[in-house]
């Protein structure tokens, strides 16, 4: 394909552009052929017009695809050109943050001027063992590789700092040194690393300055090279200089300053051991206040001053010397404030009694008359004689300067020297990898000598960079066996010859520096007339006679030629350096200016009484110092850039380009002409040139295939991919010579991945476009459905609708029609009843009228006759009453003395009651109160309403003795008409009677008046009564809620604090616990570099006998226990065994330190457990306080239940004592026959039955008359109107005497027999109440009798047990009896649960206690069965050997002995194995030493080593055999460290006695005898326990090695998995087609596509199940597993999680796809093992979420809070940098703008945590080891033959 085919409409071009350098533009139409302008549209929307140049008709270059934009290698740009380049590197520096970029092989370093946490340990680690292109680019990448090729090609390497002042050079070589000493470590004690990184701050102290564009800019070059032994760490260093700019120390243009180390004396001069130095502020001296900038922000030169002297004491530069170098460096600076003055025109003088040349001459030990001479005289020598010439001012200024030149030089070079010495290694060097931190191109307004110089030097590094570079695209093309054709590339050989070849410039500059008056205008003529017009490279400036033109490979320069001369010469005046030469004061002045095999170490004692100490000359030959110092500088600088580029060249090179982004030092500022500008200078668009000439798009064939899998049919497919992707080329790209088929690559032209993208990316846009038809299609087709379904509804219930509303107007019209027909019915049926009634009211009214006039006629009739009826009755009525008057008298007599006997009574037992009251008045309390107002207004509304009714009786009586009265006179009607002048006389009493009864009706109308007013105030008062009732309720509840609410915030205070403390103490346990295992790593570690030593110590001396031969208890090697003949065998086992011994106790020591400091640590959480307990029992009682006081505001209401409480408690107490009876009649001993009636257990147990029982009735006959108190207080409160009402009958009846008639007596009589009615129900409560109680006393009777019964049915059961049988099965009846008794309180104490907690609380307690008793009586019982088992053994051994004592050797000779068959009795085995002391080096060797777990461990039960080790331990400890004890446990330590360190990376070996020493652990804390281990044993397994020692200290020291032998496994375990995670977690495509390859670049790239011998996810859940199936069949504690599996899987996330952040083709959304499914089937692993719960899942939480946020939405502000929520366990720096690193794969996905990531800063600016970027991989959590009892019983265990443990004995 054309590439003029690729300019079509919307193709994304660049145009050329004054201020951007490059601007991006896109095409607005196609492009044909022969247009000679282009329609474009630039990026801000503005179209312009790009004219193409006439002649050469180049095209702009094209764009790459935006997928390619941010690549870490530009290589793989499918576009090769200077804009991409620049485009490239400005978004990776601008927007995403990333410094480092690769360009084939050069590391390309943008300086950010800012502070990035890219450098840290975590960051090295992370790129340790890495290939380059695996991980982002970085120094520490370059750094690895050089370090891998070292270590593999043994050559040995450089690595190449380049670029301009201020471009970060110094600081990139640092951080290589800082990688390599990290890396390797040193081989010897002398931390050389230390000392490399240490040179450092000397040598930016005196070699760097301060210059417009560098705050620390590094005025000389220096190649370091750091060597390395045959094991590849760091041995010693050695520094070689390149033309140090000595000019600055004189001369600092503005805002510059001179070398640091000036600033830093004059800032530290107030120093006391400085202040002789005279020195001052940096403004006082005229060679530090040129530049007029003597500050640099942000540096403090004092700090820095210390930084410097610490340095030089570490590199052994002692104090003296330090001195000597300040007095040095000060006198220049008082020697350049030396002020010359004109004496004439050719004389100069220096003012007599300078005080600064005093004070130069005090410092450097010379005389002021010699040193004021020879600065402004000079010695003239001829053949014939020697004279002094004056020399003028400016001569002598000049001299004045060069001498402070020179000395400094002179010092710049003894510090140099002195630096490699305390850098050089005594070790023979291996190899070595060089740094070269090299000053790149300059280019200034007035470029000089140095200038020239560096150019030159810059100009080899070049033509060798492309020579290096051209050599390496050869190398890979020959090794793809791709045709070589010759590619054109710049070669600076004429510029090189132009310099250094004969007659060059720098020839002719020497020539000229030797002629007599040779000066600067003539050698600049001798330029013109030898090479211009003759060299195409050499120019001469038009207005300039003093300076020349060289077109450099990066640019032209012009150099002025004032200066070259005397810089080249670099002269000095001879006298003065002898005036120096011959200080006796100063002798390090002395040693500056003398030969090289005369110099002094600096490590030396001080001036005075030092000895001298010649070292070796580098490089030089006899004869040769005199030739040498005749050298010009430019001769000396071809020289030595010759012997640097031999070295270069000897070495594999690595290339790191510095760029500088900005002049202005702004952080993260990107200026487009400076940085194209480098770009040219320092060469990597040289390499990109070369790239782009072949074939620089390069792709495996499966990477190409996956690739581009999309544009290919399914026929095209074919099995074998190198031939499918031929195919499919030769379709796309019709031009063969487009690209090129390798072995294993296909080569690419530039331009052709681009075109394979553009067609990938429309085929997949068509996909795209069907995709979307067909889905938009169905989604219309779906929503028509929807719409024509609705349509349908909506017409149905319209119809339905309009149905509807014709059916309602139907029945509205029937309606209307019936409603009229009823209407009219009703207004006619209206009408006819109005005319009715009408009628009706007619007749009415007249019949009324006849009614009333007949009805007054008998009204008249009637009324006579009643007034005849009352004359006749009123005259028999006052006869009746006569009588009866005189009747009534006598009754009221009678009655009155009846009255009083009773009233007399009645007040009997009124006095009897009001006496009861006041003994218990006091119980009413505040209820009383308010009742009795309540009462006395219900008494006086009963008063009055007995009353009334007494009147309306008394009305009543009245009534009736009126209709008698006149019935009488009806009777006497006759003798009334007799007595008719008697009339007059009946009518006016007839009057007066209807007036009384007027007046008795009237009274009676205002009694019932004043009873309903008094009745509604009574009620009123009731009202407000129950109103205050309900307040004081409601006050109570609110104040019960509040001490409740309050209790309760209380509690969840408590406990909030509780909790939090709790975490606290953990936290902090955890700490504590992962110091002390780190202690014991470290100690570890300390005891095999003691090990190691000692080998070598062994080595180095002779090699014994083979008889005499000794090895050392703790180290175990091949060669020690495998390579001595068999006749020694057993004494180096005796030996071994016999060191072992002595050697224990030092061993144990170490454990036994660090084992007191975990006891302190336990005792420190004891203590603090201690005040907790003590925080929550002071809560518990201040709760308990305030319930105290709820209760006591409860009291009255709570006597009752009390009361019973009490009696309940007396009953408890009674039968408690009652048990200890019982149990001091059972504990004693007994014979047989206690059980039989009459006994005294038996006597005894009736006693106390008896007893109990008479207390029993006592106790309730208390608890009766209390409780008839009780209720008749209840009584006497509900039945407080009673009283009220026989107190106020007591005045009526005293007052009965008083009464006049017989109503009051009546009401009188009435009040007593109600008293003695509500009197007679009291009883009648009384006696009810009383039976009920009687009742419950009957059945509690009845319950105690059967508790008697039953506990003596259980007393005879015990008295029949063995004695020993007899306690526990007293006290497990005991528990029996008070766990009912619990449930029993549980439903007295339902209704009050606090003290039903109180009482559960002591009755765990007593439980508790009596559970003690029984197991220390079961302890005592166990020691005393196996003293009686000691003692019956020793008894059976002295009667054994007294028998055979009693029999003489004849008898035993002379008896006949007969077969006899002996039945083998059945031995009962202790579980203990026996074994001799000679035996115990052959336990350990067949045990431990020579066991192999894959061998005949397999078969073994799990942990039987550890069980076999204990046996032997419990026969020990069974012969009281202490010295065996100790020998045995130390044995099986060394032992086990020994096995451990000969095959420590074997991974079954470490799983293997992981298990068994904590197998042996356990045992030994299940059979210590301790109470809190033998709660799982069998009683079997009880007796099994030590009894003569402890071994706590033992089980902590073994403790401590399953810590380490735990930390070694992690450790095997994680370099087994190490090398699958990255490669299975991240780069295997386990979805196979979702994550597509990206174009890569001259690095060698992982294929995300497995090919074979890669690992996989499977490989990982493979080596995991391993892992866990070995441990398991080891029987390795659970709970240990899970603490493993979780190390395993924290390391899995944690690497996985690394890699991410350091490699930017990782982080898309495919790739977090990718990793959510890896995650799940770890995730599916876990719950398959049923380890869910170890806790691995939360460590992997970090990399789930960082999956998530590649795949989750990145634009809106809540998308911003989306992210912030969920990725709560990724810190803002890892978040940040997954945001800067996310890389779309295809065109369709985005990339994260920079508005949104600093939206994600803000949000998250205010957590608080660590700046860390990467996780620790090297973080192991700290282990515990939960204890774990086995059930297995040590006396079955069967020791197999195969082990070869004949000698051990069962037991």
């Not at 690095?1643 to 493979?1662: F, M, N, P, V």
């Amino acid at each position: 394909m054309a590439a003029s085919e690729l300019y079509t409409k919307h193709a994304r071009v660049w145009i050329p552009d004054a201020e951007e350098v490059w601007k991006s533009a896109e095409l607005l139409k196609d492009y044909k052929q022969g247009d000679a302008l282009l329609q474009l549209r630039l990026d801000d929307g503005t179209d312009v017009e790009h004219k193409l140049d006439p002649k050469t008709k180049n095209l702009p270059h094209l764009r790459n695809p935006d997928i390619l934009v941010g690549e870490n290698d530009l290589t793989a740009l499918s576009y090769l050109h200077e804009p991409a380049i620049l485009h490239n590197l400005k978004v990776r520096f601008m927007d995403s943050k990333l410094i480092y970029t690769y360009c084939g092989i050069v590391l390309v370093a943008i300086n950010p001027y800012e502070t990035l946490p890219i450098y840290g340990a975590d960051i090295i680690n992370a790129y340790s063992g890495q290939n380059m292109g695996d991980m982002d680019p970085h120094i520490f990448a370059v750094a690895e590789e050089s370090y891998k090729q070292m270590a593999r090609d043994e050559r040995n390497q450089s690595i190449i700092v380049s670029g301009e002042s201020g471009a970060g050079k110094t600081v990139s070589a640092k951080y290589a040194m800082r990688y390599f000493a990290t890396v390797s470590g040193s081989a010897s004690e002398t931390n050389v690393e230390e000392k490399v990184l240490a040179s450092n701050p000397i040598m930016e102290s005196i070699g760097n300055a301060k210059t417009t564009r560098n705050d620390n800019s590094s005025r000389f070059g220096k190649y370091i090279e750091i060597g390395f032994d045959k094991k590849y760490q760091i041995i010693g260093a050695n520094m070689r200089t390149y033309l140090l700019e000595k000019s600055r120390v004189v001369f600092q243009a503005d805002d510059e300053r001179n070398y640091h180390i000036f600033y830093q004396l004059c800032a530290s001069a107030q120093l006391p051991e400085l202040k002789v130095l005279k020195l001052g502020q940096a403004t006082n001296f005229h060679y530090t206040k040129q530049g007029r900038s003597p500050v640099i922000d942000g540096v403090d030169d004092a700090k820095e001053m210390v930084n410097t002297r610490h340095a030089c004491t570490l590199l052994g530069i002692s104090e003296p010397y330090q001195m000597g170098i300040f007095r040095i460096l000060a006198a220049i600076l008082h020697l350049g404030n030396v002020e010359i003055k004109d004496r004439d025109s050719d004389s100069s003088i220096v003012p007599p009694n300078n005080a600064h040349l005093t004070v130069f001459c005090d410092l450097m030990g010379v005389t002021y008359q010699d040193m004021s001479q020879w600065l402004c005289h000079k010695k003239l020598k001829t053949a014939a004689e020697t004279y002094i010439k004056p020399i003028p001012k400016l001569q002598a200024v000049n001299a004045r300067d060069a001498l402070a030149k020179h000395i400094y030089a002179k010092l710049f070079d003894w510090i140099v020297d002195h630096v490699n010495k305390a850098l050089r290694s005594t070790v023979n060097q291996n190899s070595f990898i060089g740094v070269l931190d090299i000053y790149g191109f300059e280019t200034f307004e007035i470029n000089s000598f140095e200038q020239f110089c560096i150019n030159y030097a810059n100009e080899k590094l070049q033509q060798q960079f492309n020579m290096h570079v051209f050599k390496l695209e050869q190398e890979e093309y020959m090794k793809e066996q791709i045709p070589w054709t010759l590619i054109d590339f710049y070669d600076n050989q004429p510029c090189i010859n132009l310099i250094e070849a004969k007659m060059g410039i720098l020839d002719l500059l020497d020539e000229e520096c030797r002629m007599p008056k040779g000066s600067d205008d003539t050698w600049a003529q001798k330029l013109y007339n030898t090479h211009l017009n003759k060299c195409a490279l050499f120019h001469k400036p038009r207005l300039s006679n003093k300076a020349f033109i060289i077109q450099h490979f990066a640019d032209k320069v012009e150099y002025q030629c004032d200066g070259f001369l005397e810089k080249n010469k670099d002269t000095v005046n001879e006298e003065q350096i002898t005036v120096l030469k011959t200080s006796k004061k100063f002798e390090l002045l002395v040693e500056l200016f003398q030969d090289e095999e005369k110099a002094t170490t600096p490590t030396g004692p001080p001036p005075g009484g030092r000895t001298r100490l010649s070292v070796k000359q580098t490089k030089t030959r006899p004869g040769q110092t005199s030739r040498d110092h005749k050298k010009t500088v430019g001769l000396q600088f071809r020289n030595s850039l010759q012997l640097l580029m031999d070295t270069l060249n000897a070495t594999t090179p690595h290339y790191v380009r510095c760029i500088k982004p900005n002049d202005n030092k702004h952080p993260f500022t990107f200026d487009p002409s400076r940085a194209v500008q480098q770009l040219r200078a320092c060469g990597v668009l040289e390499t990109i040139r070369i790239s782009a000439a072949g074939f620089p798009s390069r792709w495996t064939y499966q990477e190409f295939f996956s690739r581009y899998r999309v544009l290919m049919k399914q026929k095209d497919v074919l099995s074998d991919r190198r031939l499918t992707c031929r195919n499919v080329l030769e379709k796309l790209i019709k031009d063969q010579d487009k690209y090129q088929f390798g072995k294993t690559k296909i080569f690419f032209r530039a331009g052709q991945v681009a075109y394979l993208e553009k067609l990938r990316a429309d085929k997949l846009r068509v996909a795209c476009i069907r995709i979307q038809k067909t889905i938009r299609s169905w989604l219309l087709r779906k929503k028509y459905l929807r719409m024509r379904s609705a349509a349908i509804t909506i017409q149905r219930y319209v119809r339905g609708y309009q149905a509807r509303c014709l059916a309602k107007f139907l029945r509205r019209t029937q309606a209307a029609v019936t409603i009229q027909k009823f209407q009219r019915m009703y207004r006619e049926r209206k009408r006819y009843r109005r005319m009715q009634a009408a009628s009706l009211v007619v007749q009415c009214m007249l019949r009324a009228y006849m009614a009333r006039q007949k009805y007054q006629a008998m009204l008249r009739e009637h009324k006579t006759i009643i007034i005849q009826k009352r004359v006749r009755g009123w005259l028999a009525r006052l006869h009746y009453k006569r009588s009866l008057e005189a009747v009534v008298y006598l009754q009221c007599c009678i009655r009155r003395m009846r009255a009083r006997r009773e009233l007399k009574k009645l007040k009997i037992e009124a006095r009897s009651v009001e006496h009861f009251k006041k003994l218990n008045i006091g119980m009413e309390n505040k209820i009383m109160q308010l009742q009795r107002k309540v009462d006395e207004q219900h008494k006086e509304k009963k008063a009055m309403t007995e009353r009334l009714n007494s009147l309306a009786n008394s009305y009543a009586v009245e009534s009736e003795k009126l209709r008698n009265e006149v019935e009488r006179l009806r009777l006497t009607e006759e003798e009334a008409r007799n007595n008719s002048n008697r009339i007059t006389t009946l009518l006016e009493e007839l009057a007066r009677l209807k007036k009384e009864l007027c007046d008795t009706q009237r009274d009676k109308r205002t009694i019932e008046e004043w009873a309903d007013k008094y009745k509604l105030e009574t009620e009123q008062l009731v009202a407000e009564l129950k109103e205050q009732n309900m307040l004081l309720k409601t006050e109570k509840d609110d104040l019960n809620r509040l001490i409740q609410e309050q209790n309760q915030e209380m509690t969840e205070k408590m406990e909030k604090a509780l909790v939090e403390e709790t975490k606290q103490l953990e936290c902090e346990l955890n700490e504590e616990r992962s110091r002390y295992q780190n202690l014991l790593t470290e100690h570890r570690r300390l005891e095999d570099r003691h090990d190691d030593l000692k080998e070598e110590m062994k080595l180095m001396v002779n090699i014994p006998k083979p008889g005499h031969r000794r090895t050392d208890s703790t180290h175990s090697s091949n060669e020690s226990e495998y390579t001595y003949n068999s006749e020694f065998a057993e004494s180096e086992e005796s030996a071994r065994g016999a060191e072992d011994v002595t050697k224990a106790p030092l061993d144990m020591s170490l454990f036994l330190k660090l084992q007191k400091r975990v006891t302190e640590l336990e005792q420190e959480k004891q203590s603090l457990q201690n005040e907790l307990d003590k925080k929550e029992e002071q809560a518990y009682r201040a709760r308990a306080r305030e319930e105290d006081e709820q209760n006591r505001v409860r009291g009255a209401e709570l006597e009752y239940e009390s009361l019973k409480r009490q009696e309940l408690d007396t009953e408890n107490k009674k039968l408690k004592n009652d048990l200890n009876e019982l149990r001091k009649a059972l504990s004693e001993k007994s014979p047989p026959g206690v059980t039989a009636p009459g006994s005294p257990a038996y006597k005894v147990v009736m006693e106390q039955l008896n007893s109990s029982n008479e207390e029993l009735e006592v106790r309730k006959e208390e608890v009766l008359i209390l409780r008839s108190q009780l209720v008749s207080q209840k009584e006497a409160i509900h039945q407080k109107e009673n009283k009220q009402t026989m107190t106020e009958a007591m005045p009526c009846m005293e007052d009965v005497h008083k009464m006049r008639d017989a109503g009051e007596i009546t009401q009188a009589y009435l009040a007593v027999k109600e008293s003695n009615r509500l009197l007679e129900s009291q009883l009648q409560t009384l006696r009810k109440s009383h039976e009920n109680e009687t009742e419950v006393l009957r059945e509690e009777l009845q319950s105690v009798k059967e508790d008697n019964n039953r506990q003596q049915q259980l007393l005879a059961q015990n008295l029949q047990l063995p004695p020993e049988a007899r306690i526990e099965a007293s006290l497990q009846h005991e528990i029996t009896r008070l766990t009912n008794e619990n449930l029993y309180f549980e439903e007295l104490y339902a209704d009050d649960p606090t003290k039903y907690q109180f009482y559960r609380i002591s009755l765990y307690k007593r439980i508790i206690d009596l559970m003690e008793q029984l197991e220390k009586q079961d302890k005592t019982v166990r020691k005393l069965k196996k003293q009686l088992k000691v003692f019956a053994k020793k008894i059976g051994e002295l009667e054994i050997s007294g028998q055979m004592e009693n029999v003489s050797p004849g008898q035993i000779i002379d008896e006949p002995i007969h077969p006899v068959n002996i039945p083998r009795k059945e031995k009962d085995f202790q579980g203990m194995l026996e074994y001799k002391k000679e035996d115990e080096s052959k336990l350990v060797k067949n045990l431990i030493l020579e066991l192999k777990p894959r061998g005949v461990a397999v078969n073994l039960i799990p942990g039987l080593p550890a069980y076999i080790l204990f046996m032997c331990l419990r026969h020990a400890d069974y012969i009281n055999d202490d010295q065996k004890v100790r020998t045995l446990l130390t044995s099986t330590i060394n032992g086990i460290k020994k096995i451990l360190k000969k095959r420590g990376d074997d991974y079954e070996t470490v799983s293997f006695w992981l298990s068994n020493t904590c197998r042996f652990l356990h045992c030994l804390k299940q059979y210590s005898g301790e109470e809190s281990f033998m709660k799982h044993n069998t009683p079997r397994q009880n007796e099994h326990c030590l009894s003569n020692f402890d071994l706590a200290e033992y089980r902590q020291v073994l403790s401590d090695l399953a810590i380490q032998i735990y930390q070694q496994l992690v450790k095997v375990m994680e370099n087994i998995l190490q090398p699958m995670i990255v490669s299975g977690m991240l780069e295997h495509e386990t979805i196979q087609g979702v994550s597509g390859v990206k174009p890569t670049g001259l690095r060698k790239r992982t294929s995300s596509i497995a090919d074979e011998g890669t690992y996989t996810l499977d490989s990982i859940l493979r080596q995991l199940n391993s892992f866990h199936s070995t441990m398991c069949q080891h029987g390795t504690d659970p709970e240990l597993i899970k603490q493993v599996i979780k190390q395993m899987f924290y390391i899995i996330g944690a690497v996985t999680l690394n890699n991410l952040l350091l490699r930017k083709d990782m982080c898309s959304w495919s790739k977090g796809m990718q990793i959510r499914y890896n995650v799940s089937q770890l995730e599916e692993w876990l719950r398959d093992k049923n380890l869910m719960t170890s806790g691995a899942k939360e460590t992997l939480e970090p990399l789930i979420q960082a999956a998530q946020l590649l795949q989750v939405k990145k634009k809106t502000d809540e998308d911003a809070e989306a992210i912030c929520s969920m990725c709560n366990a990724l810190s803002t720096a890892q978040i940040v940098k997954v945001l800067n690193l996310y890389t779309p794969v295809n065109e369709f996905e985005e990339r994260v703008s920079v508005s949104f990531i600093r939206t994600i800063q803000i949000r998250l600016r205010d957590r608080k945590e660590s700046p860390q970027l990467l996780m620790d991989t090297k973080n192991i959590y700290p282990v515990t080891f939960p204890f774990n009892p086995s059930s297995l019983a040590l006396e079955t265990i069967q020791i197999p033959s195969s082990l070869n443990l004949l000698f051990l004995t069962r037991v």
